[in-house]
């Protein structure tokens, strides 16, 4: 490589250098060797930059996949948060009840007790045969029973409502404690995710600057490589010329004499020549049939190409779907992140729950599958080869498994949030979409 290096800057003006002073054969092969090594270099590393590219993607999705978990993780966290609040609501309120339960209970027992200070056993025999008195008592008597008796009725109530109270709170905190714990280990599996999947982005970016290194040292190689055999072909060339000129000269002597000799039979015989060069010239005239005859035609043109029909242009979208692309289009540019809503960063399907919430229409809340499973249940699902601009499209292999949605523009074009290291953009419609689009707001 120092060889050819050096003689890169060799240069070359016909005529001025001897052919001692130019490449040899073993030089050009030596450049030609380093060429074929770089060249193999950089198929190695080609090959290795797509595998690590394949696998990138396939991280890629696996984290976007982990990601789609903890949103589902996450949503059903929400609703059970709410019911817990709801119940803790319930709980709160049984609680009162329970409270205003006790205070009957003993308003009443005092009560009871008050009444009881006389013993009504003995005032009824003290009154003896006196009826109405005697009746007076039995009233009395009968009242304290009942009384009794509502009063057991309102403490069981209260110790009801005391213990239905202390279940639902305890209902609300076991089912919030298992959402969390559920949403932590979905989280934790995306963290893994995303790290192995940034890993692999880091290899492949490794990969490629070497081979972009690579592609340049072989570029230099190869015009170093022309110039060395350049050079080596005009050495050749200088050799040849100076041997016919040694020839040339040692032979212009016998030439001359040669020359000489014959100049004057040269003459005789040239006076010859033209003397029997103009007979015929005159003996020989153009036919007149051969001067009518009429030109051959030329052949006629081919006929041009039929343009090819323009392809028919997607329908501008309308509604809802029109103010959502248009949403989506202002996020161009701004970094993908996990879990990220606006209005800084995106993720998939934040991007598209904002967009079409942009339009006053829900679409399940921050989760592809809950997306997907919304549109179900409205009945918006359409096949994938009537997708129009504003259908969400997904990725997976089927409901429940999606992992990844954009907005499709029509005509094969779609606007998405794509993966972690990527920005919002337009892009093809890549892969194999989910064979259902959904279609919100119609």
């Known amino acids: 490589m120092g060889v050819v290096a050096a003689s890169v800057g060799m240069v070359v003006a016909p005529g001025a250098a001897i052919a001692d002073d130019y ?101 009824l025999l003290l009154q003896g045969a006196d009826a109405s008195a005697a009746d007076d008592l039995l009233f009395q008597l009968g009242a304290m029973s009942r009384l009794t008796e509502q009063s057991q009725q309102i403490y069981d109530r209260a110790i009801q409502d005391q213990n239905t109270a202390r279940s639902l709170q305890s209902q609300a905190a076991q089912a919030e404690a298992v959402r969390q714990q559920a949403a932590d280990s979905a989280k934790q599996a995306y963290g893994t995710a995303a790290s192995l999947a940034a890993q692999a982005q880091q290899a492949v970016q490794a990969a490629m600057q070497q081979q972009q290194t690579l592609v340049a040292q072989l570029a230099d190689v190869q015009s170093t490589s022309t110039v060395l055999a350049q050079q080596y072909l005009l050495g050749q060339q200088e050799k040849q010329r100076a041997a016919e000129a040694a020839a040339a000269a040692a032979a212009a002597t016998a030439r001359q ?65 029109a103010t959502a692309i248009a949403f989506a289009r202002v996020q161009l540019g701004k970094p993908y992140e996990f879990d990220g809503a606006g209005p800084g960063t995106w993720d998939c399907s934040g991007l598209t729950m904002m967009s079409y919430a ?80 959904a279609r919100p707001g119609q």
């Not at 090594?37 to 991280?59: F, H, M, P």
């Not at 005859?293 to 190409?305: I, K, T």
């Not at 679409?363 to 997708?387: F, K, R, W």
């Open 23 to 123: 490449p040899t054969w073993n030089q050009v092969e030596a450049a030609k060797h380093s060429v074929a090594a770089q060249k193999a270099l950089v198929a190695r590393i080609t090959a290795l930059v797509g595998t690590l590219q394949n696998s990138t993607e396939q991280a890629g999705v696996v984290a976007e996949q982990a990601a789609e978990r903890y949103q589902q993780a996450k949503l059903a966290l929400d609703t059970v948060t709410q019911k817990a609040a709801a119940l803790q609501a319930q709980s709160d309120a049984a609680g009162k009840v329970a409270d205003v339960s006790k205070t009957r209970a003993a308003l009443l027992a005092a009560h009871l007790v008050r009444a009881a200070g006389q013993d009504p056993t003995l005032t």
């Open 257 to 321: 004499q040669q020359e000489e000799a014959v100049a004057a039979a040269s003459a005789s015989a040239a006076a010859s020549a033209s003397a029997a060069a103009s007979s015929a010239s005159a003996a020989v005239s153009p036919s007149a049939s051969q001067s009518s005859l009429p030109p051959s035609p030329a052949p006629a043109p081919a006929p041009a190409p039929a343009p090819a029909p323009p392809s028919a242009p997607s329908a501008p979208p309308s509604g809802a779907a």
């Open 358 to 437: 942009a339009a006053g229409v829900g679409i399940g809340g921050h989760s592809v599958n809950a997306q997907y499973d919304t549109a179900q249940s409205n009945g918006q699902l359409h096949p994938l080869s009537e997708a129009i601009a504003g259908d969400l499209l997904f990725w997976g292999s089927g409901p429940g498994s999606f992992y990844h949605v954009g907005i499709s523009l029509g005509g094969g074009m779609m606007i998405a949030a794509p993966t972690f290291g990527d920005v919002v953009k337009i892009q093809v419609v890549w892969g194999s979409p989910w064979g259902e689009v």
